[in-house]
């Protein structure tokens, strides 16, 4: 049987550091693959003028499964400052490549589950009954929509005459909006289909049902943005009706958060548009530990893309030696294993990480609540690659 071929993309910072480590954990763990790299993110931005070159678009194409580092982002004005001198005044816009990517292959579903590991110095904890200490057990996957809603890109600084024109055809546009300068206004829309919305409703009720959970949770605002997130719950109520054995809640994004850390344990599956739902997940992470612990998919009916949905923390990549928690980014490798029928390693490696975490001998900083400074390794605190020293010496 040939290797699987996956297309390595570390990106940038921290992605440089993590993704080679998982990929050690793979091959520890039995997962024979060949990796084959790809250029993303900032550097290519700045030399090429494109965070998202062609020749990388063209790998995935071919081979369908990447797993991704993390990426830098930022403002217009930092982005155009770090240009090439050659490149400048040339109409170059800066676009999020992980973005890019998602709208590109239609990576219109996003899955990120957010779980309790016991031990965890992190997990979130709360005052019970007579002053006592509670630690619930939090088994939550947030199924966001990844390529519509705020992220969708579709926004204007001084709209055109034709954008401009339409927008004032809505009463409370010309009625709130209409005296103010065009040249004063920045519009980002919000936009919902019905085929995408229908899609991720769908892979989440189907997760659900596949993994015992017993509720899903449509978590939006349509009390007020009536018509996009109207549109979510209403769909999740026709569909409710083919999956007896699983709960329709609906809750408001803002209830939502402060529902958090009152009743975690209460939600199963949560389903959200693109910001809602990029919100929600980076709250449950917060519960389990943090983002060094928040792993994610983004899956479209040809290609998947696995990443952490940390960030690429530049300042941490410059450090001699690592100090950053790869367990977010094994944990995406797990969820690639799980897609391409590889679940029996998937589970392995995911019961030694429990078993790591649970003993406490092996932490990073983030699990020992320190600040992340270099010194932090002499404190006891292991490395990057101590942490995934000790998942290998498991496995």
């Not at 229908?198 to 009720?205: D, H, N, V, Y």
């Not at 900083?365 to 600040?371: A, G, H, I, L, V």
């Amino acid at each position: 049987m040939s290797k699987r071929t996956i297309i390595s993309m570390p990106g940038d910072g921290i992605g440089k550091t993590v993704l080679p480590e998982a990929i050690r954990v793979l091959e520890a763990a039995g997962f024979e693959a060949d990796y084959i790299h790809a250029d993303i993110g900032w550097e290519f931005w700045c030399a090429e003028g494109d965070p998202l070159p062609q020749r990388t678009i063209d790998l995935l194409e071919e081979h369908k499964i990447g797993l991704f580092g993390a990426i830098t982002s930022k403002p217009k004005s930092d982005a155009d400052a770090e240009l090439a001198p050659e490149l400048r005044d040339k109409g170059l816009v800066y676009y999020s490549p992980i973005v890019a990517l998602r709208q590109h292959f239609n990576l219109d579903i996003c899955a990120r589950p957010c779980q309790t590991f016991k031990g965890n110095s992190l997990n979130f904890i709360r005052r019970g009954a007579h002053d006592g200490v509670e630690e619930p057990e939090v088994d939550t996957v947030i199924f966001r929509q990844n390529t519509e809603g705020l992220y969708g890109g579709v926004e204007w600084s001084n709209p055109p005459d034709q954008v401009y024109e339409a927008l004032m055809t809505h009463p409370k546009f010309s009625k709130n909006f209409g005296d103010v300068p065009r040249d004063e206004l920045s519009v980002s829309t919000r936009i919902f289909s019905r085929q995408a919305t229908e899609r991720i409703l769908r892979a989440a009720f189907e997760y659900a049902r596949q993994f015992g959970y017993k509720s899903l949770t449509v978590c939006e605002k349509p009390n007020v943005i009536r018509e996009t997130s109207g549109m979510m719950l209403a769909l999740g109520k026709e569909i409710a009706a083919e999956y007896p054995g699983i709960a329709l809640w609906d809750t408001n994004i803002d209830a939502q958060m402060m529902w958090l850390t009152k009743n975690p344990e209460d939600y199963g599956v949560i389903v959200a548009g693109n910001m809602f739902g990029d919100i929600i997940s980076d709250g449950f992470a917060g519960l389990v530990g943090g983002l060094g612990f928040a792993c994610s998919a983004n899956v479209g009916e040809e290609v998947a893309v696995f990443e952490p949905t940390h960030g690429s923390a530049p300042k941490y990549a410059d450090y001699e030696t690592s100090i950053v928690n790869p367990i977010a980014m094994i944990l995406s490798a797990c969820m690639m294993l799980d897609h391409i029928g590889e679940t029996e390693i998937a589970t392995k490696i995911r019961v030694v990480i429990a078993e790591v975490v649970e003993e406490g001998q092996v932490r990073t900083y983030d699990m020992m609540k320190m600040r992340g400074k270099p010194e932090v390794l002499q404190q006891g605190a292991a490395s990057t690659t101590q942490m995934a020293d000790a998942v290998i010496a498991k496995l």
